[in-house]
Every structure is written in structure tokens, then in C-alpha cells.
């Protein structure tokens, strides 16, 4: 065997786990070998028991598929379970890319997971999402964040059933382009052709999702990265309640110190001023967001509905008291 066949097995294996199929002739411009010798290495991999199928075509291709085992030399059943959950959960431990990374390593995983570990995954899951990283989120589905991952990565349009905030439930065929984790909150970021316009989905409230094994030219996100245009989202939406403050700081300083801590817009009015909306489906969440304004030590002022005000008062002459 050639000094270079073992790092080149490697190589193959990892662009075999990175999309659903590979050409024959895409696979070998990538390893800078000839076709024949992809043929071969494919026959090696196989002689080692990784599933490599065959896929029929002008110019032939190669997925990887899911095994009766996992293949050799990598997890064993108890170890690929502990991986899989440890992937569902780093996302949410607030370190920088851990989202991403976790996603893409969870649908690699997910492709060559044998079916009988599907049940232990799914109760094991459940047991460690039932004291959340974040108080109230409600518990992610392993296989569901799988068949979202593939997707996006694999540019393939997703038919879904959607319920709304409202509860209403619709049916939704869309073009998924990123998965954002938030506050324990997973939310998919996708293009919904019937509406010619991108949509945010939070993945709880999203059933029945089915791959249409049809591809999509990916669009341009309308804004520099996914968390940009979540946090735009979050900016622009109506909640059930709505409060105003106009805070005695520059616009600047306020999106810099509360960041995506709060779900509302920052609005500049003058070089030291500007006005915050803040949105929230509960009086509770409203106030916590203007607590976080006040925390800032600036003067502001406050412009919201009667019940919120009354709670705002009286919060206001609850903290007097405690402080006298």
C-alpha cells in the first residue's frame, strides 16, 4: 500500500461524511487522484466495513449510509450515544461556535447511526433535556436537529408543519439555511418561497419534518451572519406587550451594553439619547427588560400601557422600600 493511502482514506471518509453524495469525478479532483484509484480506496473502505454505497448516474457517485455496525475504529454503541448527547447540549454552554460545530457534528453522526440505537438516543436525550442549561426551554429532539443540519447542509428544500406563537398551524415548504441556538431556544433560519420572504422558526414548535430530496441555489441571508439576522428578527417583532423607553444615552452604548439580552429595537435620538422598544408576550418579561435599562445607571423615561405602568410603579415602590 502507498506511504499516502492511509491519509488519503481519511480524507475520503471525511468528504464522504460531509455531504449526502459525491461524484466519482468530484471525489478525486478533491484527493488530486485518478478515478480508478477512488474505485479503490472505496474498496478499501468497505473491506474495513464502512458502508459506502454506490450511487447510479453518468458518472457513477458514493454516499456513506447508515450500518448494521458503526464502523471500526471509531465510537462503540455506549460511546456514540454519550457523543450525541454531549452534541445536543454543547450548544447551549454559551462558548463561542460550539452551536455550529455541535449541529454539523451531530448530522455526521446521525448519517451513520445504526437504527438500534435510536430509542436509547431519543430516552437518554429526553432524561438530560428535563433540567435544562436555561431555565424553560423546552427539550430538543436529537433526530429532529439531525434532519435540520442535513438539510441546511445539503441545500435541500424541508416540508414541515409550523404553529405559530398564536397556535395556529400551517403547512410549510421552505428552504433551510442555518440553525441559531438562543437562550436554550433553537430556532431555524429558512427561506419560505410561498411567502418570497425568510422566515424564523422556532424548531419546538416545528412537526413532521420531511426531507423532499429536492435541492435548492442557496440565497444570499440578508444580513452579514445568522445571529445578525436573528437578532434583526427579535428587533422587529410584536409581542403581546410593548413598552418605550427613552434612555439618556447614545444608541451605541445601549446596543453595546445590552447586546441580544433584551427583544426589542434601539433607535438613535441624538448623539446622547435614544428610545428602546421593548416587546414581550408577558408583563413579567417586559418589566425584567426594563429592569436591565435601569441597570445601566442612565435617567429615562418610560411610555407603555396602563398595566404596564402600574407594575412599573409598583416594582418602583417596592425596591424604595427595601432600600429604606
Known amino acids: 500500500m502507498p506511504r499516502d493511502t492511509p491519509g488519503r482514506l481519511l480524507r475520503l471518509l471525511a468528504l464522504l461524511q460531509s455531504r449526502r453524495e459525491w461524484s466519482g469525478p468530484d471525489l478525486a479532483d478533491r484527493l488530486g487522484v485518478t478515478d480508478r484509484t477512488v474505485r479503490r480506496d472505496v474498496e478499501r473502505l468497505r473491506a474495513l466495513d464502512?458502508?459506502?454505497?454506490?450511487?447510479g448516474g453518468v458518472a457513477g457517485g458514493y454516499r456513506l449510509a447508515a450500518g448494521a455496525n458503526l464502523p471500526p475504529l471509531l465510537l462503540d454503541?455506549?460511546?456514540?450515544?454519550?457523543?450525541?448527547?454531549?452534541?445536543?447540549?454543547?450548544?447551549?454552554s454559551g462558548v463561542a461556535g460550539a452551536a455550529d460545530g455541535s449541529v454539523r457534528a451531530l448530522a455526521k453522526l446521525a448519517r451513520v447511526l445504526p437504527a438500534r440505537l435510536r430509542p436509547r438516543l431519543a430516552a437518554l436525550t429526553t432524561a438530560a433535556a428535563a433540567v435544562p442549561h436555561h431555565h424553560g426551554a423546552p427539550p430538543v429532539d436529537a433526530d429532529l436537529l439531525a434532519v435540520l443540519a442535513a438539510c441546511c447542509r445539503d441545500h435541500e428544500f424541508l416540508a414541515m408543519d409550523y404553529t405559530d406563537r398564536g397556535g395556529e398551524a400551517t403547512a410549510r415548504r421552505v428552504e433551510p439555511h442555518h440553525l441559531v441556538t438562543v437562550r436554550g431556544l433553537w430556532y431555524l433560519i429558512a427561506y419560505d418561497p410561498d411567502r418570497s420572504d425568510w422566515r424564523t422558526f422556532r424548531v419546538d414548535?416545528?412537526?413532521?419534518?420531511?426531507?423532499?430530496?429536492?435541492?435548492?441555489?442557496?440565497?444570499?441571508?440578508?444580513?452579514?451572519?445568522s445571529v445578525a439576522y436573528l437578532t434583526g428578527a427579535f428587533a422587529a417583532a410584536e409581542y403581546r406587550y410593548t413598552a418605550w423607553l427613552t434612555v439618556e444615552l447614545s444608541a451605541e452604548r445601549v446596543r453595546t451594553e445590552l447586546f441580544t439580552s433584551i427583544p426589542g429595537d434601539i433607535t438613535a435620538d441624538g448623539p446622547t439619547r435614544c428610545v428602546v422598544r421593548l416587546s414581550a408576550e408577558s408583563v413579567s418579561l417586559v418589566l425584567r427588560h426594563i429592569a436591565a435599562v435601569a441597570a445601566l445607571g442612565a435617567e429615562f423615561t418610560l411610555r407603555a400601557p396602563p398595566e404596564i405602568a402600574q407594575h412599573v410603579a409598583e416594582l418602583g415602590r417596592r425596591l424604595g422600600a427595601a432600600g429604606g
Do not use: K, M, Q
Open 205 to 225: 414548535r416545528l412537526g413532521r419534518p420531511s426531507p423532499t430530496r429536492r435541492r435548492f441555489e442557496p440565497r444570499e441571508l440578508p444580513a452579514p451572519d
Open 77 to 92: 454503541d455506549d460511546e456514540a450515544l454519550a457523543v450525541a448527547i454531549g452534541l445536543v447540549t454543547a450548544a447551549e
Open 50 to 55: 464502512y458502508p459506502v454505497d454506490s450511487v
